[in-house]
């Protein structure tokens, strides 16, 4: 007599109230739901391609073509023989960028000025909006005073802040001039006019709003910094320059990334200042201006001005590429 086993059946797991909690979630992801979360997702996405990207890459393909924004765009490469104006829409290659670099007299000296604002902000104008927030956040009297007095020039148009400037720097009846005694048509010192100085004069007047806008940024990330961490590292025996340094500023290294983002970016896009002062002209020519100028201005060169404005961008990428790079690097080799 031959015995036949048979394999137990599969016991079934009791369902748990965190499945039924779970399966209940799910089966709550109604129709209505989703065209909520696809009109919440979809809509910020294509403002942003409408805005940011369609507008970049479109100017990254116009900045090989040669186009005066009139007629429309072709494939046919553009003939070096011929004028302007019969070469219209055509493809020029990458001859703009090195009309840039080579023949045209301005590029040099405004990406110049561009990095020389770019280090000015980042070696005074942060560390200064840095210093105020730190001197706030420890409650000082008559803190909310001095934040709000620092914080009038953001609040300011830049326009608003070159004209207030300008009353400033007047040549016989600025303040400037005044107070130091050198407001006479012998003496007096033209600070706008005069080439060697009117790019620092204007670097003085972005940096008393740019500081103000750090300060708020770095005030932001002080007070969200546990409370716990200071009074730990006090007990340590650090003194406050130890504990800011050592412990406080690290642990802001999201507002860091912001800062600097922000900075790089204030500081390439900066084109009221200057052309509030004499138009970009005279030893103020930014990489901002020069863009402007030649798409919408007299000559009327968009794809030559779209070069330009490619090359800002891949400059305003490079210093925060590094920076992010070197701040994730340090945190991956923890």
Same mark, same amino acid.
């Given at each position: 007599?031959?015995?036949?086993?048979?394999?137990?059946?599969?016991?079934?797991?009791?369902?748990?109230?965190?499945?039924?909690?779970?399966?209940?979630?799910?089966?709550?992801?109604?129709?209505?739901?989703?065209?909520?979360?696809?009109?919440?997702?979809?809509?910020?996405?294509?403002?942003?391609?409408?805005?940011?990207?369609?507008?970049?890459?479109? =100017?990254?393909?116009?900045?090989?073509?040669?186009?005066?924004?009139?007629?429309?765009?072709?494939?046919? =490469?553009?003939?070096?023989?011929?004028?302007?104006?019969?070469?219209?829409?055509?493809?020029?290659?990458?001859?703009?960028?090195?009309?840039?670099?080579?023949?045209?007299?301005?590029?040099?000296?405004?990406?110049?000025?561009?990095?020389?604002?770019?280090?000015?902000?980042?070696?005074?104008?942060?560390?200064?909006?840095?210093?105020?927030?730190?001197?706030?956040?420890?409650?000082?009297?008559?803190?909310?005073?001095?934040?709000?007095?620092?914080?009038?020039?953001?609040?300011?148009?830049?326009?608003?802040?070159?004209?207030?400037?300008?009353?400033?720097?007047?040549?016989?009846?600025?303040?400037?001039?005044?107070?130091?005694?050198?407001?006479?048509?012998?003496?007096?010192?033209?600070?706008?006019?005069?080439?060697?100085?009117?790019?620092?004069?204007?670097?003085?007047?972005?940096?008393?709003?740019?500081?103000?806008?750090?300060?708020?940024?770095?005030?932001?990330?002080?007070?969200?910094?546990?409370?716990?961490?200071?009074?730990?590292?006090?007990?340590?025996?650090?003194?406050?320059?130890?504990?800011?340094?050592?412990?406080?500023?690290?642990?802001?290294?999201?507002?860091?990334?912001?800062?600097?983002?922000?900075?790089?970016?204030?500081?390439?896009?900066?084109?009221?200042?200057?052309?509030?002062?004499?138009?970009?002209?005279?030893?103020?020519?930014?990489?901002?201006?020069?863009?402007?100028?030649?798409?919408?201005?007299?000559?009327?060169?968009?794809?030559?001005?779209?070069?330009?404005?490619?090359?800002?961008?891949?400059?305003?990428?490079?210093?925060?590429?590094?920076?992010?790079?070197? =701040?994730?690097?340090?945190?991956?080799?923890?």
């Amino acid at each position: 007599m031959s015995s036949t086993s048979q394999a137990p059946a599969p016991v079934k797991e009791p369902v748990t109230a965190e499945r039924r909690v779970r399966r209940r979630g799910v089966r709550r992801l109604t129709t209505r739901d989703r065209i909520v979360v696809a009109v919440l997702l979809g809509i910020p996405l294509l403002l942003d391609l409408a805005f940011v990207w369609f507008p970049a890459i479109g =100017t990254i393909l116009l900045s090989f073509t040669k186009w005066n924004g009139v007629g429309s765009l072709h494939t046919k =490469t553009c003939k070096p023989n011929l004028p302007s104006i019969l070469n219209n829409g055509c493809v020029n290659g990458i001859q703009n960028y090195h009309q840039a670099v080579s023949t045209y007299p301005e590029f040099w000296p405004a990406v110049r000025h561009n990095l020389i604002w770019l280090a000015v902000f980042i070696l005074f104008a942060t560390p200064l909006g840095m210093l105020f927030a730190v001197l706030i956040d420890r409650g000082i009297k008559g803190s909310r005073m001095y934040q709000s007095i620092l914080f009038l020039p953001v609040m300011l148009s830049l326009a608003l802040v070159g004209i207030i400037w300008e009353f400033m720097y007047s040549q016989n009846f600025g303040l400037i001039n005044t107070v130091i005694g050198r407001n006479g048509n012998d003496n007096a010192i033209d600070w706008l006019g005069n080439p060697h100085l009117n790019l620092w004069a204007v670097l003085v007047e972005a940096t008393w709003r740019q500081s103000g806008y750090v300060m708020v940024l770095y005030l932001a990330g002080l007070k969200a910094v546990d409370p716990t961490l200071r009074e730990a590292a006090l007990m340590d025996g650090a003194n406050a320059w130890q504990t800011f340094w050592r412990v406080v500023f690290p642990v802001m290294k999201p507002i860091n990334i912001v800062i600097m983002v922000v900075t790089v970016i204030e500081s390439l896009r900066a084109f009221d200042l200057v052309y509030i002062t004499n138009k970009g002209l005279n030893g103020l020519e930014l990489l901002s201006v020069l863009v402007t100028s030649n798409i919408v201005g007299e000559t009327q060169r968009v794809g030559f001005g779209s070069a330009l404005g490619v090359v800002l961008l891949v400059i305003s990428l490079v210093p925060i590429s590094v920076f992010l790079y070197q =701040t994730f690097r340090r945190e991956e080799t923890r």
